[in-house]
């Protein structure tokens, strides 16, 4: 089984920065795709960002784009999502999920990690 953790959420002034953790224990990921999620309340999941562990272009939300950057440690099995010129609609839950690359799905989710931009 995988586990993925994300740590490194909080609160933070709009143009402030965070960054975000989420590391995977448990069986490889290396035939994986990394995603980061986010949810406000009321609100539908959204992708954020994303990028495999063997290397790739990441991509990312039209609305995070040059503000966001995700980025990957594999001897850590950790994935990074700094956050940069944060705004009040960036406040979310957010997720991490790992994307089963053969056939699409996303099969492992943390528990998320609340990130709060006040303005």
């Known amino acids: 089984q995988v586990q993925l953790v994300e740590s490194g959420g909080g609160l933070v002034q709009a143009g402030g920065s965070l960054r975000l953790s989420c590391t995977a224990s448990?069986?490889?990921?290396?035939?994986?795709?990394m995603g980061w999620f986010r949810q406000a309340p009321g609100k539908e999941r959204e992708f954020v960002a994303a990028i495999r562990w063997s290397g790739d272009i990441p991509n990312y939300a039209d609305s995070v784009k040059g503000r966001f950057t995700i980025s990957r440690d594999n001897a850590k099995n950790t994935v990074y999502l700094q956050m940069n010129s944060l705004i009040p609609d960036d406040t979310a839950a957010y997720y991490c999920a790992a994307q089963n690359l053969r056939i699409g799905s996303f099969d492992y989710w943390g528990q998320g990690t609340q990130v709060t931009v006040s303005s």
């Open positions: 448990g069986r490889t990921l290396r035939s994986y795709r």
